[in-house]
């Protein structure tokens, strides 16, 4: 049975995990094998310090009984929470875990609306945040990370 809980220091190996999982299922279709792997670099010289990238940012871990088998981190600004870094690994996906991972985003952001960038060819995630209630209000190319750029969809989802 799934729950979520704050991640702490201590998970940034399990967290580590999940992308490292997530990145190229998620990814390599999309932008390619050598966009993955610049990611992945990225992931091994900075840890989970390129995924933290602003104060305020907070991490959420998705928990299947003890292993962590998805992530999301959000922070919050002034009117709207961002989101970004909502993976949960293959072979949990369609049980609803996403669903629920993103409640607990929901349920931090309050009355503020939710909002997401999201690889515009990444057709599995567009269609994901779009059952969810997202709707697109922007798109435009994207720095992801350092040497990977993509056309994303800015969506959000209304308070």
């Known amino acids: 049975m799934f729950h979520v809980r704050t991640a702490t220091r ?3 190996p399990n967290l580590i995990a999940v992308w490292r999982e997530t990145w190229p299922a998620t990814y390599a279709a999309t932008l390619g ?3 993955v792997e610049a990611m992945l670099d990225d992931l091994d010289r900075h840890g989970t310090a390129s995924l933290f990238p602003q104060v305020g940012a907070a991490g959420l871990c998705l928990l299947d009984g003890d ?4 992530t ?3 922070s919050v600004g002034r009117s709207v929470v961002y989101l970004w870094g909502m993976y949960v690994m293959p072979r949990h996906q369609r049980f609803g875990a996403g669903t629920l991972l ?3 985003v929901r349920e931090a952001a309050g009355e503020q609306s939710v909002e997401v960038r999201v690889v515009q060819s990444s057709h599995q ?3 994901f945040y ?3 209630g997202f709707q697109t209000v922007g798109q435009g ?3 992801i990370m350092p040497q990977v750029k993509a056309v994303c969809l800015t969506l959000r989802h209304p308070a």
């Open 102 to 104: 993103y409640r607990s």
């Open 33 to 35: 094998a050598h966009a």
């Open 67 to 70: 292993e962590v088998v998805g």
């Open 141 to 143: 190319a994207t720095e």
């Open 10 to 12: 201590d998970d940034a």
């Open 130 to 132: 779009r059952k969810l």
């Open 72 to 74: 999301a981190i959000h």
């Open 125 to 127: 995630a567009v269609n």
